[in-house]
C-alpha cells in the first residue's frame, strides 16, 4: 500500500473495539482483518457466509472454498460458522452486526453514501452494501480523499448513485476524520502531518470543526 491507504487502515483498526460483530466491506476494509487478532471476542462477518473472518492465509495455505465477499482467500478462527446467504442477510438486517466499514466511493456532507456502482461501468451485482448501511448499527466508510483526476470524493452531494442517504457515521480518509451529526458535518481529526488548510482545499463538503 502507499502511505495514503496505509494511513486510513491504520486509523480504521482504532475503531474494532472487544466483543464486536463486524462487517468487513470488500478493498481496504478486508485488511483490518490483520488487526482484530489481538481483541477479545471479536467476530468478523463476510456476507456470503462466514463469522469468523481470520487473517489471510500465509503462501501455499490458501483454500478455494474458504473466501470472503471480495473473493479473496481468507483463514477462520475458531468458533467459525458458515451459513447460506439468507441466513448471513437476517444477521444484517436483524440488526446484529455492530459495525460495519465500508470503502467509499463517494460520501456527501449529509452522510449519505455511493460505493456500489459507478455508470457505465460493468457491474456484477450490487453486493451487501444497501443492507449493511441500514441494518448496521455503526457505519464507517474509509476511502482516499480525493480520486485519480484530484477531485475532491468528500462532496455537498454524491455525483454517483447512492448506496443510502445519511447512513455514515464516520468517515476516515488519508487526511482526515468526519462525523455526522444532527449539526451537519464535522471535522474530528486530522491525520499526523496535515494541516487544516489541505483538507479544506480538498473538500467539496462543508463541515464544521470538532477539533
Given amino acids: 500500500m502507499d502511505d495514503a491507504r496505509t494511513r486510513i487502515v491504520k486509523r480504521a483498526a482504532r475503531e474494532l473495539a472487544d466483543g464486536m460483530n463486524i462487517n468487513l466491506g470488500i478493498g481496504l476494509p478486508t485488511l483490518l482483518a490483520e ?46 460458522s458458515f451459513f447460506d446467504s439468507a441466513e448471513s442477510f437476517a444477521m444484517i438486517r436483524g440488526g446484529h452486526i455492530d459495525l460495519a466499514i465500508l470503502g467509499g466511493m463517494e460520501v456527501s456532507e449529509a452522510g449519505d453514501l455511493a460505493n456500489w456502482m459507478v455508470p457505465g461501468k460493468l457491474v456484477k451485482g450490487m453486493g451487501g452494501a444497501m443492507d449493511l448501511v441500514n441494518g ?3 457505519v464507517v466508510v474509509m476511502m482516499e480523499h480525493v480520486n485519480k483526476a484530484v477531485e475532491s470524493k468528500v462532496r455537498r452531494e454524491c455525483t454517483l448513485p447512492l448506496t443510502g ?20 458535518m464535522q471535522l474530528v481529526e486530522l491525520q499526523e502531518g496535515v494541516a487544516l488548510e489541505q483538507v479544506r482545499e480538498q473538500t467539496e463538503a462543508r463541515f464544521s470543526l470538532a477539533i
Avoid at 53 to 60: A, R, V
Wanted: aromatic letters at 6%; hydrophobic letters at 40%.
Fill in 35 to 80: 488487526y482484530a487478532g489481538g481483541l477479545q471476542g471479536v467476530m468478523l462477518q463476510s456476507e456470503n457466509g462466514l463469522l469468523g473472518i481470520g487473517p489471510y492465509p500465509q503462501p501455499g495455505q490458501e483454500s478455494a472454498d474458504l473466501i470472503n465477499a471480495g473473493k479473496e482467500t481468507v483463514t477462520a478462527v475458531p468458533g467459525a
Fill in 136 to 138: 448496521a448499527k455503526r
Fill in 165 to 184: 442517504r445519511q447512513v455514515v457515521h464516520r468517515l476516515i480518509t488519508d487526511l482526515a476524520v468526519f462525523d455526522f451529526t444532527p449539526a451537519g
